[in-house]
């Protein structure tokens, strides 16, 4: 099967922290994939704009640096890079002053094209960069801005943050950017959900037992300590990521595919989200290993109480949910780089196969996310071979990638998606800002208890699965974590 790639229309996007390493990371880098495969019209525009004083042959120099360390396997053509290079320029702007935002606004095209404005940069310039956009009369009602996380640090922060932007773009401009959503095998999940008789029948508390949702990462907090210390695993990760996940497996199906319906039933799950109890939540910080510094070292605070690793049982009380609880565990320094959501089904109320073994293992459907997207659901078969009934436990395949060829095999990043559908002005995979307060809501109770209680995190070896309290979690429930490996 051959991928279909569908060009967007011409389009202006001028990215604030154009020198920053989110824009020489992901963002450029992905311009020029969705350059080299056809979505992306040569008379398109990227302007990068920062505090930096350099011209434009220079920041294509920075720009073609950044495609070859961080392009990826995908290649162009000979003489590519330099059509794509050759769409870009540079404007010096100085983001809480007025310098350089006239020169900003004469580089755009001006021909009635789409434009949109990637802030890459701290949510506390957010409010500056839109201040300056209407004043300096870039902003129109077909402007698009594209703000990255953190969407403020509790609900008060995030209400701010709602507030100031909406001072000067309507809800429908605004596009908060989760990269999760724009992970293929995410949507997979939608696709196969809700395109196919086979699940959403069994998408309950009848037949499922429970569903966990993990993202582990082998790193430590690294260059990033003073800004993770303020933050831990339950802002870094949570309210955000893993609440967006949750969000998609566990909501209703909408009405129709349109950005609305599914934020709307996406919200419904987050205000359905019961308060969580202490015992039904674990932190931890993870220890020295070797060379590599414990947790309050990297971070240079030997009293912090910030958590690296968290644990929650979250219950979702509707109909579809109710006793059907959702385990979600994210941490940093663990065994292996893995994001997984995997739907545990309930176990056969009587199986009519003598194996003499205990009873059969439950059918799992596991998503991964990362490092290698794809889905995959164990199911019981007959062991080959004469002898009798012997039963085993096997996983069927449903990566795609073969059948779907190169695409499905090495899908789009999931920035290059999502920038795509920024241009052609569709939300379906961007957050809405009642479903980022929403998201609040539920996170405060639980920071401000640890706070009140001067909780302390457990601590945890790096390279494990985490503290072993986050084991008692799932042993008092007769269930246990799956394992967490690449």
Request: proline letters at 6%; glycine letters at 8%.
């Amino acid at each position: 099967m051959v991928s279909r790639v569908i060009p967007v229309e011409p389009f202006d996007l001028v990215i604030f922290g154009g020198t920053g390493d989110l824009a020489r990371r992901k963002i450029l880098p992905g311009l020029f994939r969705r350059f080299c495969a056809g979505q992306m019209p040569k008379n398109s525009r990227i302007i990068g704009a920062a505090r930096a004083d350099m011209d434009a042959a220079a920041y294509q120099a920075f720009v073609g640096e950044a495609i070859s360390e961080f392009g990826g396997a995908r290649t162009c053509e000979d003489g590519t890079l330099q059509e794509f290079l050759a769409q870009i320029s540079y404007q010096t702007v100085d983001i809480r002053g007025d310098n350089g935002w006239d020169m900003l606004k004469a580089d755009l095209s001006g021909d009635g094209r789409v434009e949109a404005f990637y802030f890459s940069v701290g949510p506390s310039l957010f409010g500056d960069i839109a201040e300056r956009l209407h004043r300096f009369g870039m902003a129109t009602p077909d402007t698009r801005i594209v703000v990255e996380k953190p969407f403020g640090r509790d609900l008060d922060t995030a209400k701010a943050l709602n507030a100031t932007l909406a001072t000067h773009f309507e809800e429908g401009q605004i596009y908060r950017i989760d990269h999760y959503l724009g992970k293929e095998t995410v949507q997979n999940l939608m696709a196969v959900r809700f395109g196919n008789v086979l699940f959403e029948p069994l998408w309950n508390s009848q037949y499922i037992d429970h569903i966990q949702i993990t993202v582990a990462e082998t790193v430590g907090v690294g260059g990033r300590g003073e800004y993770y210390d303020k933050s831990g695993a339950m802002r870094d990760m949570v309210q955000n990521h893993l609440m967006q996940l949750l969000c998609l497996i566990a909501m209703e199906p909408p009405a129709k595919f349109d950005p609305d319906s599914v934020r709307d039933e996406k919200l419904k799950v987050i205000r359905a989200l019961e308060p969580v109890e202490l015992h039904h939540m674990v932190r931890g910080q993870y220890e020295a290993d070797g060379d590599e510094p414990d947790y309050r070292t990297a971070v240079n605070d030997p009293r912090s109480r910030t958590e690296s690793f968290v644990a929650i049982k979250a219950h979702v009380s509707n109909w579809r949910w109710a006793g059907t609880p959702i385990y979600l565990r994210t941490g940093k320094n663990l065994v292996a780089r893995s994001s997984e959501i995997a739907v545990v089904f309930k176990p056969l109320a009587h199986s009519i196969f003598s194996t003499g073994e205990a009873d059969l293992p439950s059918n799992v459907l596991a998503i991964q996310l990362q490092p290698n997207e794809g889905i995959t659901m164990n199911v019981t078969i007959k062991e080959p071979g004469p002898g009798g009934m012997r039963l085993v436990d096997v996983p069927l395949d449903m990566t795609f990638a073969e059948a779907l060829g190169e695409e499905g095999g090495d899908p789009p990043d999931a920035y290059e998606r999502l920038i795509m559908d920024v241009i052609r002005g569709n939300q379906t995979l961007f957050m809405r800002g009642d479903e980022v307060e929403a998201a609040w809501a539920w996170t405060d109770p639980i920071i401000e208890g640890w706070q009140a209680r001067h909780d302390v995190p457990k601590p945890y070896e790096p390279g494990s699965s985490g503290p072993t309290d986050s084991d008692q979690l799932m042993i008092r429930d007769n269930r246990k974590w799956r394992e967490i490996k690449v």
